[in-house]
């Protein structure tokens, strides 16, 4: 009889034990580390700069080569020109399947460095359309905000990677959501259950105190951002001055796809003016969310507060939640174009 007890006891604990590691003390999903392929949402404010093209190229690699799985893109920036230029790149590289969100109520005429709205447009020599796309009505592709909560919600807990390398109008949108028919947390309960990383493109750190481009560009949104975003959530900064050293100079570009003139890169670097000392800024974040800490080096722990002027001012605190990654030497700047030549050189379509 004392032994059925022991028996019923031990099952009791077991239960108890299953039921704390699945929540924390306060019943919510613990951090249990995902240990699948990264999960990718790409923000990028595509339209402008060239490298958005090669962080959403590595992206299409990485998941060829099953190192990833890209969940969607919000094309961050306004007008529906932008969404039909991530259109072009998912149906040209083989990934019609991927969602597309875009902005409506965003940031108003941002400065445009490269100007290449009319990809969608392009047309060969007989005059009939260069590229396919797969979007027919782009008016009724979701809002950024909302693509994030449909696909969020449906991903494991602390899976999803975010990569944002423009503006961060759809996150900040995302955290001021209220629950829907996607799920029934608000936006920030939203991204602290779902997200385990946030990797974006921006900051100035170090010695230097000046406003960061991509938060200056939209201050109310960037404010919104900073002020919403779960502290528990883990943020890593890739500063300008991490890719100001790695050039995928025109004409190396255009080398490196000799094999067609029909690709949509080769296309905007043959018509664009894209020799604008334009560096790989935004596929940085993109490595870092794939292949992890391990090719890059970091400051210690933190905070990020952002100014009225734009200044993200860091402060050492060994429970913060951010990071930034750290300037390499010129070596490293060259294995890190050569990963995103090799991820261009690679996807090369039949």
Known sequence: M??????????????????????????EPSK?????????????????????????????????ERKCKLLGVVADRMGE???????????????????????RDGIPDPKVWIDYSALPSYTGSDGAPMF??????????PDGWQLYRRLLAAQPDHSVSICSVGFVTSLSQLLASTADEYSPLSGVELV?????????????????????????QGITFAQEFFRLWPQDVDMVF??????????????????????????????IYARCNCNTGQKMWDPMAVIN??????????????????????ETIFTPDDKGNCRYQLPGSAQWSSSMLEKIRKANLSLVIN
């Open 192 to 216: 602290r259950r779902k997200v385990k990383c946030l990797y974006i493109m921006g900051g100035v750190f170090g010695q230097s105190v000046e406003p960061d481009f991509n938060f200056a």
């Open 32 to 64: 249990q580390n995902y240990t699948g392929v990264p999960l990718v949402i790409l923000d990028t404010d595509i339209g402008s700069s060239t490298d958005d093209l090669f962080a959403l190229q590595m992206l299409y690699y990485y998941q060829k």
């Open 2 to 27: 004392n032994r059925i007890k022991l028996l019923l006891f031990a099952a009791f604990m077991l239960l108890i034990s299953i039921g704390m590691a699945s929540c924390g003390d306060n019943g």
């Open 81 to 103: 020109h932008c969404a039909a230029a991530v259109d072009v790149m998912n149906t040209y590289f083989g990934h019609p399947e991927v969602p597309i969100g875009l902005v």
């Open 289 to 310: 969310a794939v292949e992890g800490d391990g090719v890059f080096s970091f400051s210690r722990r933190g905070t990020v507060r952002l100014t009225p002027q734009a």
């Open 238 to 267: 890739s500063p300008m001055e991490v890719g100001q050293d790695i050039e995928y100079a025109p004409e190396r570009v255009l080398s490196d796809i000799s094999w067609t003139e029909v690709h949509p890169i080769k296309q």
């Open 132 to 141: 396919r796309r797969t979007v027919s009505d782009y008016g009724a592709l």
